[in-house]
């Protein structure tokens, strides 16, 4: 046998082997198993200021009205003061399903100070619904079939996206997923909240 095809055959058996450790990495990781109860999130949530609470009583839902309805209730929280995370995602797209747990309970541990929404995006919507049974949240998300929303926040056509808007409007994205809770965190303080660490 020739050194390259040996050299080949090395290769192959190397590409296969990072893959099946990859595949089983990935499937070691089951966020539906780390979700959060909606009932625990909601006690957690209790006595949050009106605006905030206002959007705790809509947890889960999935909102109609297109970028006009979204665009009001963005407004009426910066007119209240209160900054805004806004998560685009699909329940079809596997790196937005991994961050679900994260956000849950982001948005528990600092949904009193912050507002979180969600854009939920080229999604049937009974697929969204039943992702979201299975995977509750402590907000809703506005439903954003043709990416109206997501564009008119300058989102991008990547998911998941999170954007931070401050209390002023300004606005910082992040495309791709938040792996672990403390990153989320760090920039909601950073760019929702203006604290340095």
């Known amino acids: 046998m020739s050194r390259r095809v040996r050299?080949?055959?090395s290769a192959v058996v190397l590409v296969v082997l990072v893959v099946g450790i990859v595949q089983v990495l990935g499937k070691s990781k089951k966020p539906d198993q780390t979700s959060m109860p909606l009932a625990e999130q909601q006690a957690r949530l209790r006595g949050a200021p009106a605006p905030l609470a206002a959007i705790h009583a809509q947890a889960s839902q999935l909102l109609d009205g297109g970028?006009?309805?979204f665009h009001a209730r963005?407004?009426?929280l910066q007119q209240s003061g209160h900054a805004v995370v806004i998560n685009k995602w699909g329940s079809w797209c596997g790196p937005c399903r991994l961050e679900f747990p994260v956000f849950q309970r982001v948005a528990v541990t600092l949904g009193k100070q912050v507002a979180f929404l969600g854009i939920d995006g080229e999604d049937p919507l009974g697929d969204a619904k039943a992702y979201l049974a299975k995977t509750p949240l402590s907000y809703p998300s506005y439903r954003d079939p043709k990416d109206r929303i997501a564009q008119s926040i300058e989102a991008g056509k990547f998911f998941p996206t999170t954007v931070f808007v401050d209390?002023?409007?300004?606005?910082?994205?992040?495309q791709g997923p938040y792996d672990d809770e403390a990153a989320l965190e760090r920039d909601i303080r950073r760019y929702a909240l203006g604290l340095r660490a």
């Open 167 to 174: 209390a002023h409007g300004n606005r910082t994205v992040h």
């Open 7 to 9: 050299l080949l055959i």
């Open 67 to 69: 970028a006009d309805a």
């Open 74 to 76: 963005l407004t009426a």
